[in-house]
Structures are given as C-alpha cells and as structure tokens.
C-alpha cells in the first residue's frame, strides 16, 4: 500500500514585496500600496523506499524563483474587467472608473489575474510551482500567500 507524507515549505527567504490595489466593484478599489507578501506550501507525495518524499532543497529554489519574478513590482490585474491596461511609450496607462494612472513598464508586471489579492496571487504562484513540477510524483499542493501575519490566501492543485 501506497503510503504518502505531507512536506511543509514555510521559509523566511520565500517572499516578495510589492505594490498593489484591489478593486472591489466598478466604481470602488483601495488606494495604491504595498505589501511584503510571504510564500508556504504544503506539498503531497509518495514516501520513497529511501525514506522521503521530494527533496525540500527543489521545492525551495523553486519557491526562491517564482518569488524573486515579483519581487519589487508594481502587480497589476491583467484580466480584472473593472478597468484597461495600455501600453504607451514605456508606460501601462490603466483606466479605472474615473482615475488614470500610469506605471513605468520597467517596474510593473501586468499578470493574468482577476484582482491584485492573496487568493489570485497565490493561484498565479500555484499554477507556477505545478508547472516546474511537472515530472515529479507529487499528489496535492496547497500553496499560501500572506499579506501579513493572521491574514492569507491560498490555492489548491490535486493530480488527477
């Protein structure tokens, strides 16, 4: 019989800070700010005969990559139907309700999400980690991004 162990990820290298805003209606969305967002997973695999599942040092440089691509941005939400994103001589100008803003493109990263917040980030960071692991033996990921302490979100990927 198949048995399978739980792998904690929860480091203090796995984290990015950036700046944001969450949209909640179209007319509403918080101000521009930024966040130091932590990453953890929680990653599900088969026991090997050598007595442990997945090698944490992969799964922690993979964490430390996926990171590292959003650290020091400006995150906007490519997908959000609340507002447009152009591009115009080095800049994104966003149109939201009646505000318009502009971004150097240098600093901003435009995602394919639906709204600048943990739960859309950590499904971005998920689909991310999945991909990388793609030829591994591993069954369930939960991956979490915390916006600060007591506040997070998280995502769900099952083999299958």
């Known amino acids: 019989m198949e048995q399978l162990t739980t792998l904690y ?10 700046a944001h805003y969450t949209i ?16 953890s997973a929680r990653i599900v695999a088969p026991m ?7 090698d944490y040092n992969v799964y922690k440089r993979r ?3 996926l990171c590292e691509a959003l650290d020091e941005y400006m995150l906007l939400a490519g997908e959000s139907p609340y507002q447009t994103i152009e ?8 149109s939201f309700a009646e505000d318009r803003m502009q ?9 394919p999400i639906r709204n600048a917040t ?5 499904r971005y960071l998920l689909q991310g980690l999945v991909a990388l692991s793609v030829d591994d033996d591993i069954r369930e990921i939960e991956l ?4 600060g302490p007591g506040q997070k979100g998280c995502a769900n990927w099952t083999s299958g």
Do not use: M, P, W
Request: aromatic share 12%; with cysteine; glycine share 8%.
């Open 87 to 94: 591009e115009q001589g080095g800049c994104y100008l966003v």
């Open 118 to 122: 943990v739960e859309e980030f950590s």
């Open 63 to 65: 964490l430390s990559t």
């Open 48 to 54: 090997g005969d050598n007595g442990f599942a997945a």
């Open 144 to 147: 979490c991004v915390a916006s």
């Open 103 to 111: 971004f150097l493109q240098s600093d901003t990263l435009v995602l």
């Open 9 to 18: 990820i929860n480091k203090e290298r796995h984290k990015f800070s950036a």
């Open 24 to 39: 909640f209606s179209a007319t509403e969305r918080e101000r521009l700010h930024g966040h130091n967002y932590s990453v």
